[in-house]
């Protein structure tokens, strides 16, 4: 296996004109057009918050910038485990990219978890909604949008962990793709039962209430969430021979490139949304 890995340059492709790998060259250019669609959201939300308009809410009342702080250590975590992944596999250490993959999506999970609890307080408790303020409007619409990249790049991040399990043996296909089912079956199941879990556990915290009072509200869904986790466990204790290899190194670095534009996409939301209203 290392000669072989030897003869793979994860960083240029010969049989392109350009000596960069097609898969790479598509993600770059996609990136480059996100890049000026979030920057038009940003723009929009920094140019009404310099010019409120009368009755706009207090906004460093609102934040709690503790949770949004934590989220984004959680999120900057998350982009050092995919960096580990995407070295893992290019040098054709499988396993350990399964749990470094496993690690980014259980941080991406903690991630939306905390942005939920945000938007369901600042519509339950703050009454602020995407149709009653212009700072709703462009608030919800650019973090919403960052979201919805994050929910993109975990589904990401699990079909290519689901993947990397397909056996080498083609006679194996038919039971491989039920099992395949099966992960994905499971790991919905996990992630609903996690989710809720982990708005529990900041509501709790949010509400200054003990752990145990957590534990006894919520434990229900926790076995829920531990039988999930086991689930997960057993169907990643396949040790048969796969497909999956050190020349699969480009998709997860194309995913990489993708997790990691979204994180730097959030440090700038961070610095411009919320840090910037407690200077």
Same mark, same amino acid.
């Given at each position: 296996?290392?000669?072989?890995?030897?003869?793979?340059?994860?960083?240029?492709?010969? $049989?392109?004109?350009?000596?960069?790998? #097609?898969? !790479?060259?598509?993600?770059?250019?996609? *990136?480059?057009?996100? +890049? @000026?669609?979030?920057?038009? =959201?940003?723009?929009?939300?920094?140019?009404?918050?310099?010019? &409120? &308009?009368?009755?706009?809410?207090?906004?460093? !009342?609102?934040?709690?910038?503790?949770?949004?702080?934590?989220?984004?250590?959680?999120?900057? @975590?998350?982009?050092? =485990?995919?960096?580990?992944?995407? #070295?893992?596999?290019?040098?054709?250490?499988?396993?350990?990219?399964?749990?470094?993959? =496993?690690?980014?999506?259980?941080?991406?999970?903690?991630?939306?978890?905390?942005?939920?609890?945000?938007?369901?307080?600042?519509?339950?408790?703050?009454?602020?909604?995407?149709? #009653?303020?212009?700072?709703?409007?462009?608030?919800?619409?650019?973090?919403?949008?960052?979201? +919805?990249?994050?929910?993109?790049?975990?589904? /990401? *991040?699990?079909? @290519?962990?689901?993947?990397?399990? !397909? &056996?080498?043996?083609?006679?194996?296909?038919? &039971?491989?793709?039920?099992?395949?089912?099966?992960?994905?079956?499971?790991?919905?199941?996990?992630?609903?039962?996690? @989710?809720?879990?982990? *708005?529990?556990?900041?509501?709790? =915290?949010?509400?200054?209430?003990?752990?145990?009072?957590?534990?006894?509200?919520?434990?229900?869904?926790?076995?829920? $969430?531990?039988?999930?986790?086991?689930?997960?466990?057993?169907?990643?204790?396949?040790?048969?021979?796969?497909?999956?290899?050190?020349? #699969?190194?480009?998709?997860?670095?194309?995913?990489?490139?993708? /997790?990691?534009?979204?994180?730097?996409?959030?440090?700038?939301?961070?610095?411009?949304?919320?840090?910037?209203?407690?200077?």
């Amino acid at each position: 296996m290392s000669s072989h890995a030897a003869t793979i340059d994860h960083h240029h492709d010969v $049989t392109t004109s350009t000596g960069i790998p #097609n898969k !790479k060259l598509f993600m770059w250019a996609f *990136l480059a057009s996100d +890049c @000026m669609f979030f920057g038009a =959201l940003i723009s929009t939300h920094l140019i009404y918050r310099l010019h &409120p &308009p009368p009755g706009s809410p207090v906004v460093n !009342k609102v934040f709690s910038i503790e949770l949004t702080s934590f989220s984004t250590f959680i999120l900057l @975590m998350s982009s050092l =485990l995919m960096a580990l992944a995407v #070295n893992a596999i290019q040098k054709g250490l499988v396993r350990s990219t399964r749990h470094h993959l =496993l690690g980014t999506i259980f941080f991406g999970l903690i991630f939306l978890g905390c942005q939920v609890f945000e938007f369901t307080h600042f519509v339950e408790e703050k009454h602020i909604t995407l149709s #009653n303020s212009i700072f709703g409007s462009t608030f919800y619409t650019l973090t919403g949008t960052h979201g +919805c990249h994050v929910a993109i790049g975990v589904l /990401w *991040l699990i079909l @290519m962990y689901i993947r990397s399990f !397909k &056996p080498a043996d083609a006679d194996a296909g038919r &039971p491989w793709i039920a099992r395949a089912f099966l992960h994905v079956l499971v790991f919905a199941v996990t992630i609903v039962a996690g @989710m809720a879990s982990v *708005l529990g556990l900041i509501h709790t =915290l949010q509400a200054h209430e003990s752990l145990g009072e957590f534990a006894h509200t919520h434990v229900a869904v926790l076995l829920v $969430t531990i039988a999930g986790l086991a689930g997960l466990s057993f169907l990643g204790t396949s040790k048969a021979a796969v497909e999956f290899s050190e020349a #699969n190194a480009i998709d997860v670095e194309s995913m990489g490139l993708y /997790w990691h534009f979204v994180d730097i996409v959030w440090i700038v939301i961070f610095t411009a949304v919320y840090l910037i209203e407690f200077l």
